[in-house]
Nanobody, 121 residues
Framework: QVQLVESGGGLVQAGDSLRLSCAAS????????MGWFRQRPGTEREFVAA?????????YADSVKGRFTISRDDVKNTAVYLQMNSLKPEDTAVYYC?????????????WGQGTQVTVSS
């Protein structure tokens, strides 16, 4: 079992940066592929980024490539991060941390409660 708690969301202006954090607990966290998803207003939840266990390969949605960076700390904090730069109004969404992400289908076995990110123009 894995518990996930996101933080770091907020209201920013276009062009600003935010860093989302996801604190993870559970014995098997370090063996899970982890990811971030988002749900924009009026749309279904969509994949944003994923990272293999062991901090290896990363994957990004085309819409965030070059602007967002996913990373993880399996040793000290057991956390996953999403650095978001050059934010755009269309990045406004509830962002969810996910564990046991299935690659390449981009499903997940565990979800956090979500954190709101709002980007004003």
């Amino acid at each position: 079992q894995v518990q996930l708690v996101e933080s770091g969301g907020g209201l920013v202006q276009a062009g600003d940066s935010l860093r989302l954090s996801c604190a993870a607990s559970g014995r098997t966290f370090r063996t899970y592929d982890m990811g971030w998803f988002r749900q924009r207003p009026g749309t279904e939840r969509e994949f944003v980024a994923a990272i293999r266990w062991g901090g290896g390969r990363t994957y990004y949605a085309d819409s965030v490539k070059g602007r967002f960076t996913i990373s993880r700390d399996d040793v000290k904090n057991t956390a996953v991060y999403l650095q978001m730069n050059s934010l755009k109004p269309e990045d406004t969404a509830v962002y969810y941390c996910a564990a046991a992400v299935t690659i390449p289908t981009m499903g997940a076995g565990y979800w956090g409660q979500g954190t709101q990110v709002t980007v004003s123009s």
